[in-house]
């Protein structure tokens, strides 16, 4: 694929929901659509199995027996009909593929259906023998008909997060928050470079397909702006540091080989998807913490340190290896090969249908808030926090798909996660006027962060610098060791919650502050209390 032919600019065609048929005259209480589900059900209109798959009936009741299916589909129901050979296909599929858990052969072990209406419809099939049992969307295809009102038309998604696709749609997205979107589109398109920045070179595509490759791993080099200030877009890699990682950095003894050039080959796999995906993505310039602070210098390490907030507020968009526990594991996942799909297409009343199924995906590594954490290293990670939420724009590399937040937005590939995350929260709540309510924010902002790890319990005040700071320009107050003047009583009015309530043996900061709590052995909370009358001596 050409990337510059869907650069920022260029206008790329998408297709649009169906917008839903006019009320014919089936019913003045039913769309056309609906009229049709009838038509598929029993003669006496309405089905106690698959209850028409209308949504409003679905959800709140058991799940229907496998017999019963077969009951009602033997007496003239079409619509139970098709679930039942929707559950052979599907169970037919899991038998050829298996599962690591689940295993072959339980065709012949299936005991009911559970259908339910989120996004889309969910097949839940239970098994004999198995509580978790198997979990289906059935969809169609954006920009086709849809029979049933509860299977919704969603996107494809590739499964491969180094497709050209996926590559596509971040470019889309980009386009979309650059022009649209009021809370992300800064004053100026293009940023200050930071002191050192990698240069990848001019983004030329090239023109034969076979060199391709060749170009996205091409040797780069570090680039050191000189007096004079540089302007450009440049992306972020936010990614896990390991005490004991191999991973390259740049020290007062290799800098100069370093301006000079690093090899694509010396890289580790994360590093080298982040080149591959900055050049798809037609960026020159890439920022990754350990090759462009010198790591042996502490004068150079403490000023550098002291912008990296400002470094991830000021980038074009910031590369997130969530579910990279280190720097060897890479961005990209290709679960295309494990997931199972099947579609099935099928005539009714002369109008073709084609309905797709597909296991749904996971979500897990965005929550909608801090509440749930653990399942992947990095946003368990406490500098990480920070990035996230002053980032103008975050890419996650989940373990299924991409995943696009930034302060308008959140959504994936697939379009069914949670719509709305803490950025967008966090973004939103300091629109608020009053100063209390924002300060109730830090409290959140506390909350959350306290269950997060630090390698060094010292970056525990650090770490949170820049969030500090954000805050600071919206009030007068000063923060000292994370308290704020005008709002002390509040802010020392914490507690220690979780199951380990102790602090590190090593103490440099006074035990009446929040920061002497760690992730490891709990967590802040806020109990909801009125301050009635204080002394002041």
């Known amino acids: 694929m050409d990337f510059f032919k869907s650069i920022p600019g260029v206008?790329?065609?998408?297709?649009?929901?169906?917008?839903?048929?006019?009320?014919?005259?089936?019913?003045?209480?039913?769309?056309?659509?609906?009229a049709a589900e009838?038509?598929?059900?029993?003669?006496?209109?309405?089905?106690?199995?698959?209850?028409?798959?209308?949504?409003?009936?679905?959800?709140?009741?058991?799940?229907?027996?496998?017999?019963?299916?077969?009951?009602?589909s033997y007496e003239g129901c079409h619509t139970c009909g098709l679930l039942l050979d929707w559950v052979d296909r599907l169970m037919r599929a899991h038998d050829e593929r298996g599962d690591k858990v689940l295993g072959k052969g339980l065709r012949g072990k299936v005991k009911g259906v559970d259908l339910r209406f989120r996004e889309t419809l969910e097949l839940d099939i239970s098994i004999e023998g198995f509580p978790r049992g198997l979990r289906w969307e059935l969809h169609?295809?954006?920009?086709?008909?849809?029979?049933?009102?509860?299977?919704?038309?969603?996107?494809?998604?590739?499964?491969?997060?180094?497709?050209?696709s996926s590559a596509l749609w971040i470019l889309q997205k980009l386009h979309q928050c650059s022009k649209f979107h009021g809370y992300c589109a800064p004053e100026k398109?293009?940023?200050?470079?930071?002191?050192?920045?990698?240069?990848?070179?001019?983004?030329e595509w090239p023109k034969d397909s076979s060199l391709v490759q060749q170009y996205l791993t091409t040797d780069l080099k570090l680039y050191q702006p000189e007096a004079d200030p540089?302007?450009?877009?440049?992306?972020?890699?936010?990614?896990?540091?390991?005490?004991?990682?191999s991973m390259p950095k740049t020290t007062s003894c290799n800098i100069q080989e370093h301006l000079g050039r690093i090899s694509y080959s010396s890289l580790p796999t994360t590093f080298q998807d982040a080149v591959v995906f900055t050049r798809k993505l037609c960026i020159r310039f890439l920022w990754i913490d350990s090759i462009c602070i010198i790591q042996d210098d502490k004068d150079d390490w403490m000023r550098e340190a002291s912008k990296v907030c400002q470094v991830f507020q000021a980038s074009y968009l910031t590369l997130?290896?969530?579910?990279?526990?280190?720097?060897?594991?890479?961005?990209?996942?290709?679960?295309?090969?494990?997931?199972?799909?099947?579609?099935?297409?099928?005539?009714?009343?002369?109008?073709?249908?084609?309905?797709?199924?597909?296991?749904?995906?996971?979500?897990?590594?965005?929550?909608?808030?801090?509440?749930?954490?653990?399942?992947?290293?990095?946003l368990n990670r406490g500098w990480v926090y920070q990035e996230r939420l002053l980032a103008r724009r975050v890419l996650h590399f989940g373990p299924q798909e991409l995943i696009w937040e930034c302060a308008s937005e959140t959504t994936?590939?697939?379009?069914?996660?949670?719509?709305?995350?803490?950025?967008?929260?966090?973004?939103?709540?300091?629109?608020?006027?009053?100063?209390?309510?924002k300060m109730t924010r830090w409290h959140e902002v506390v909350e959350e962060y306290s269950k997060l790890a630090l390698t060094f319990e010292s970056d525990r005040l650090p770490a949170l610098r820049g969030l500090i700071t954000q805050f600071q320009s919206w009030e007068t107050f000063r923060n000292v060791a994370g308290l704020w003047e005008?709002?002390?009583?509040?802010?020392?009015?914490?507690?220690?919650?979780?199951?380990?309530?102790?602090?590190?043996?090593?103490?440099?900061?006074?035990?009446?502050?929040?920061a002497t709590v760690t992730g490891n052995s709990g967590h802040v909370s806020y109990p909801d209390v009125n301050i009635i009358s204080s002394i002041h001596f």
């Not at 029979?147 to 491969?160: A, D, F, R, S």
């Not at 540089?230 to 896990?240: A, E, G, Q, T, V």
């Not at 005539?347 to 590594?365: G, M, Q, Y």
């Open 140 to 164: 169609t295809l954006l920009g086709t008909p849809a029979l049933w009102t509860t299977i919704q038309p969603l996107p494809t998604v590739p499964g491969n997060t180094q497709s050209d």
């Open 412 to 437: 994936c590939e697939c379009s069914l996660i949670d719509p709305f995350t803490p950025k967008q929260i966090h973004t939103q709540a300091l629109q608020i006027k009053s100063a209390f309510k």
């Open 486 to 514: 005008g709002y002390l009583l509040f802010d020392l009015l914490w507690e220690a919650a979780g199951p380990e309530r102790t602090r590190p043996d090593k103490r440099v900061i006074p035990t009446w502050l929040w």
């Open 11 to 34: 206008e790329v065609a998408q297709v649009a929901r169906p917008t839903p048929s006019k009320r014919r005259k089936y019913s003045i209480h039913l769309t056309e659509r609906e």
């Open 230 to 245: 540089s302007f450009d877009k440049y992306i972020c890699l936010s990614h896990c540091w390991r005490k004991t990682d």
């Open 320 to 378: 997130c290896a969530t579910t990279a526990p280190d720097c060897s594991h890479g961005l990209f996942v290709n679960s295309s090969r494990d997931e199972l799909r099947d579609s099935r297409s099928m005539k009714i009343e002369t109008t073709p249908w084609e309905v797709h199924a597909r296991h749904p995906l996971d979500h897990s590594c965005i929550p909608a808030s801090w509440q749930v954490i653990g399942k992947y290293p990095l």
């Open 189 to 203: 398109e293009l940023s200050r470079l930071p002191t050192r920045i990698l240069d990848l070179g001019a983004p």
């Open 38 to 72: 009838t038509r598929l059900a029993r003669p006496d209109n309405f089905c106690i199995c698959c209850h028409n798959l209308r949504w409003r009936h679905l959800g709140d009741h058991s799940p229907t027996k496998i017999g019963d299916l077969k009951k009602s």
